[in-house]
Nanobody, 119 residues
Framework: QVQLVESGGGLVQAGGSLRLSCVAS????????ISWYRQAPGKERELVAT???????NYADSVKGRFTISRDNAKNTVYLQVNSLKPEDTAVYYC?????????????WGQGTQVTVSS
């Protein structure tokens, strides 16, 4: 079955950096777009960054220039390098894969990794 496992979160001071990882299994990873989302307490989940199967990327305006998404198809892993962290980046970060199942696209989510930025 499809599995997405995030890691790399933690507690960091403002201005610090982390590298989040999302390891995938159960589908043809190289053919799928992968996204990172985040959800802060009391807020809706929001899209942070996406990387397509052709390595095209896009970012939320709030993280442009600070976050970088990348993928390693040999390791079935997507990374999110988060730099210059701000307290408002505090959230649970989730990865999502969009996978063809028959004739429809299905979204799969990981369990999330907590990022906490102290001021």
């Amino acid at each position: 079955q499809v599995q997405l496992v995030e890691s790399g979160g933690g507690l960091v001071q403002a201005g610090g950096s982390l590298r989040l990882s999302c390891v995938a299994s159960g589908f043809t990873f190289s053919r799928s777009a992968i996204s990172w989302y985040r959800q802060a307490p009391g807020k809706e989940r929001e899209l942070v960054a996406t990387i397509t199967n052709t390595d095209s990327t896009n970012y939320a305006d709030s993280v442009k220039g600070r976050f970088t998404i990348s993928r390693d198809n040999a390791k079935n892993t997507v990374y999110l390098q988060v730099n210059s962290l701000k307290p408002e980046d505090t959230a649970v970060y989730y990865c999502k894969a969009v996978v063809w199942r028959g004739f429809q696209l299905v979204n799969y989510w990981g369990q999330g990794t907590q990022v906490t930025v102290s001021s």
